[in-house]
């Protein structure tokens, strides 16, 4: 099993940045994926960024330019810098990871953006 454990949600005017953090325990393998994930409510889960264990990032295209994945694997941490932050990326943001046995999920942090 593997746990989550996110951090850095909460609201923050239009143009302004939020980091997010999330930590991952338990049984850790080496080569994995972990990102974050958005959803807001009535809508289905969307990719935000993704990025592997020998960092090689995936980001979505809404946020290309604005989001910076990155990792700590000495610390099996994933952190999502976002900048230029816009009204339409308020949603709840899932940390995500995955290896060969199964994906995960943390439990999701608000980011809500004021315009």
């Known amino acids: 099993q593997v746990q989550l454990m996110e951090s850095g949600g909460g609201v923050v005017q239009a143009g302004g940045s939020l980091r997010l953090s999330c930590a991952a325990s338990g049984n850790i393998f080496t080569i994995n994926t972990m990102g974050w994930y958005r959803q807001a409510p009535g809508k289905q889960r969307e990719l935000v960024a993704t990025i592997t264990s020998r960092s090689t990032a995936n980001y979505a295209d809404s946020v290309k330019g604005r989001f910076t994945i990155s990792r700590d694997n000495t610390k099996n941490t994933v952190y999502l810098q976002m900048s230029s932050l816009k009204a339409e990326d308020t949603d709840v943001y899932y940390c995500?990871?995955?290896?060969?046995?199964?994906?995960?999920w943390g439990q999701g942090t608000q980011v809500t953006v004021s315009s």
């Open positions: 995500y990871y995955s290896d060969w046995r199964s994906d995960y």
